[in-house]
């Protein structure tokens, strides 16, 4: 028994010192369609300024709906003050060498990226984050689903 408690109260000191999570959020889509001008959005609470955080997405979508190698969006973040800042980063679904990235059921596959690693922020508050498909096209049938995970780096 006493080998137990030991083990549970290392757990909980291992855990307490890894990475914490603070957001992880699922926008869905209805009819599994995503249109270019309606951005997913998620709220993100910032306490703690001295630490940076990463963020990454997850998408999950059909793979006999869509079938690109990559999509392309834009993440736009505000905080408090109305201040924007955006980056552009890449969601890719295909390796190298064509193989579909992430887990693969059937034809639903669900892919992660990181999109920012270190990620700071200059005052503590509420950051709205929207993030867009930035295609071409109108609207992308077959993606699900956009979740937002960002978690506080050790």
Not at 38 to 53: L, R
Not at 84 to 103: I, S
């Amino acid at each position: 028994m006493r080998k137990i408690l030991i083990m549970i109260a290392a757990a909980m000191v291992f855990a307490a010192c890894g990475k914490k999570v603070i957001v992880d959020q699922t926008v869905g889509f209805e009819n599994d369609c995503w249109l270019r001008f309606e951005p997913a959005k998620f709220s993100v609470p910032i306490k703690n300024i001295d630490k940076s955080y990463a963020i990454s997405i997850t998408m999950r979508y059909d793979t006999s709906r869509f079938a690109g190698n990559e999509l392309p969006l834009l993440v736009d973040f505000f905080a408090d003050s109305n201040e924007m800042h955006n980056f552009t980063p890449t969601l890719r679904l295909k390796n190298a060498d064509g193989t579909r990235r992430g887990q693969t059921i059937g034809a639903l596959c669900s892919v992660t990226d990181t999109i920012d690693r270190l990620r700071s922020f200059n005052k503590a508050g509420d950051y709205t984050y929207r993030i867009k498909q930035r295609t071409s096209k109108y609207e992308i049938y077959g993606i699900s689903s956009v979740t937002l995970h960002v978690e506080k780096n050790s």
